[in-house]
Nanobody, 125 residues
Framework: QVELKESGGGLAQIGGSLRLSCVASGFPFSSYDMAWLRKAPGLEREFVAAISWSGGSTYYADFVKGRCTISRDDAKNTVYLQTNSLKPEDTAVYYC??????????????????WGRGTRVTVSS
């Protein structure tokens, strides 16, 4: 049974920080590229960040560069998304996704093998 379980969402303050976690099971986590995507109210799903299976390569959407850090801990089958300087527009449901073969420049339209159910993040003052 494949499962991606996101956690760490909730209410956060503008300018604050938040760390999301995604625990994976049911597949060889260390062989998969991992990504975070989000769905904001009224907008299409968008790519946020990704990390290669080896952890050697990371990719970020332009709107989060300098604020977000994606990392992984294969011993815990977990991928993280640390976001600093939170903005109201960061409000969205954040999804964890797994991809066996990552494209050079990952996008929201890429085919991902597995998806989590999402964790909601609300950023306000």
């Amino acid at each position: 049974q494949v499962e991606l379980k996101e956690s760490g969402g909730g209410l956060a303050q503008i300018g604050g920080s938040l760390r999301l976690s995604c625990v994976a099971s049911g597949f060889p986590f260390s062989s998969y590229d991992m990504a975070w995507l989000r769905k904001a109210p009224g907008l299409e799903r968008e790519f946020v960040a990704a990390i290669s299976w080896s952890g050697g390569s990371t990719y970020y959407a332009d709107f989060v560069k300098g604020r977000c850090t994606i990392s992984r801990d294969d011993a815990k089958n977990t991928v993280y998304l640390q976001t600093n300087s939170l903005k109201p527009e960061d409000t969205a449901v954040y999804y964890c996704a797994a991809q066996y073969y990552m494209t050079t420049q990952p996008t929201a339209s890429d085919k991902y093998d597995y998806w989590g159910r999402g964790t909601r993040v609300t950023v306000s003052s």
